[in-house]
């Protein structure tokens, strides 16, 4: 999460880092009940919905929910899309450390190394398909804890602390992000 990763580098408090996660996460849960609708009023194609997921929904496990809701082909271009979007958080990384001349340590984005891994084991692997099912649980219950904690680090009290400011701006540019992104995709500008 690209939040995580440049949060350090420009020396985010606390404080903003729990309103800038915390915003995040509701943003994404609204986007994880609603997109499916959308896309479903709008007429959205597979391939469109799940590219309009990658684009507009910050977090990946909230791409792969919104997309699963969807339908198959839609989760498929959803995660692709979306863990190529992922990948330029280590370049994000390094132009923000080197333009703020910062000595914080970059940390990778092991998830999507899990998930190459994961991808090419159920591939290339196909006698571990029993195991897989208990993995992929594992996985669920640890991503729910984890957007559990990230949801819980947000409060009245942080929020006063920070200011309305950057809860406003985020959920301003998520709505412009999310509205563009539609538009060009369904206009044909953005396509696979």
């Known amino acids: 999460m690209p939040i995580a990763a440049v949060g350090p580098i420009v ?42 997921a990658a684009l507009a929904i910050h977090d990946t496990s ?12 839609a989760l498929q271009v959803g995660t692709t899309v979306k863990l190529a979007r992922a990948l330029w958080i280590v ?12 000595k914080a340590r970059i940390q990778w984005p092991w998830f999507i190394a899990f998930f190459c891994l994961a991808t090419v ?23 729910t804890v984890t957007l559990y904690l990230i949801g819980s680090g947000i409060s009245i009290a942080t929020l006063k602390q920070v200011g309305h400011a950057p ?16 538009a060009l995709i369904r206009g044909g500008m953005i396509s696979l």
Not at 91 to 102: D, E, N
């Open 121 to 143: 084991c159920n591939t290339y692997l196909p006698a571990g398909h029993a195991e897989y099912g208990i993995l992929s649980q594992t996985a669920k219950i640890g991503l």
């Open 91 to 102: 370049p994000l990384s390094l132009a923000t450390a080197v333009r703020r001349k910062a």
């Open 167 to 182: 809860l406003l701006l985020g959920v301003v540019l998520w709505l412009v992000v999310s509205l563009a992104s539609l």
């Open 11 to 52: 020396e985010a408090t606390d404080e903003q880092m729990a309103v800038s996660l915390g915003t995040v996460f509701v943003l994404n849960s609204v986007a994880l009940l609603t997109f499916p609708a959308i896309g479903a009023l709008l007429r959205l194609s597979q391939t469109q919905f799940g590219l309009w």
């Open 62 to 73: 909230s791409v792969v929910g919104a997309a699963t809701k969807y339908g198959a082909a």
